[in-house]
């Protein structure tokens, strides 16, 4: 079946970066889109942006440009999203997110989520 | 970018009733809505697709339609399982947007 597994918690300090991780299975890693989205705790869903593994096109939104980056690895199927220039205001749950062709704004799958806290 | 609002913002409803969440768009969306369910400490979950597609393997109970900038989700029947927080979200343009969410409690 179709599992988006994510990455562990992060406990980072301000200024510095993080990792996170999403590994796809279950189907065909570059069919599909990858979303990351950003839940700060008793929130709503906040969309960063995509990354299309078939060919490594990307998307950002306005908001998290320059603060998000997205790569893949084809041979691992998996997604990664580089977190930079931490704040506090990065402490929050990310998810990564399927994407279908066809209907490519829909989010058919999702990872568990990851939490990331920024403390000094 | 497109405002999603939904009403309400919370709601409790008794087994077996029906329950309707309402989203409006700052403009017109075309369809291209979902909505999500998540339920507390999970990951969300899509419900509908296309304003009123229903996703592979979510009961019957759940319904959605719309058009333009108002658009509505319905379960027929409460049941229990059914507690958590809905999101409509719009995908027509970048960013992609979502509604601040209802919670939804079993009364």
């Known amino acids: 079946q179709v599992q988006l597994q994510q990455s562990g918690a992060e406990l980072a300090k301000p200024g510095t970066s993080v990792k996170l991780s999403c590994k796809a299975s279950g189907y065909t890693f570059t069919s599909y889109y990858i979303y990351w989205v950003k839940q700060r705790p008793g929130q709503g869903l906040e969309w960063i942006g995509y990354?299309?593994?078939?060919?490594?096109?990307?998307y950002y939104s306005e908001k998290f440009k320059g603060k998000a980056t997205f790569t893949a690895d084809t041979s691992s199927s998996t997604a990664y999203m580089l977190l930079g220039s931490l704040t506090p205001e990065d402490s929050a749950y990310y998810f990564c997110a399927r994407g279908p062709p066809g209907y490519n704004y829909v989010m058919d799958a999702w990872g568990q989520g990851a939490s990331v806290t920024v403390s000094s | 970018d497109i405002q999603m609002t939904q009403s309400p913002a919370s709601l409790s409803a008794s087994l077996g009733e029906t329950v309707t969440i309402q989203c409006r768009a700052s403009e017109d969306i075309y369809s291209g809505l979902a909505w999500y369910q998540q339920k507390p400490g999970k990951s969300p979950q899509l419900l509908i697709y296309g304003a009123s597609s229903l996703q592979d393997g979510v009961p019957s109970r759940f319904s959605g339609s719309g058009s333009g900038t108002q658009y509505s989700l319905k379960i027929s029947s409460m049941q229990t399982e059914d507690e958590g927080v809905y999101f409509c979200?719009?995908?027509?343009?970048?960013?992609?947007?979502f509604g601040a969410g209802t919670k939804l409690e079993l009364k």
């Open positions: 990354i299309y593994p078939g060919n490594g096109g990307t």
């Open positions: 979200q719009q995908g027509l343009k970048y960013p992609y947007t």
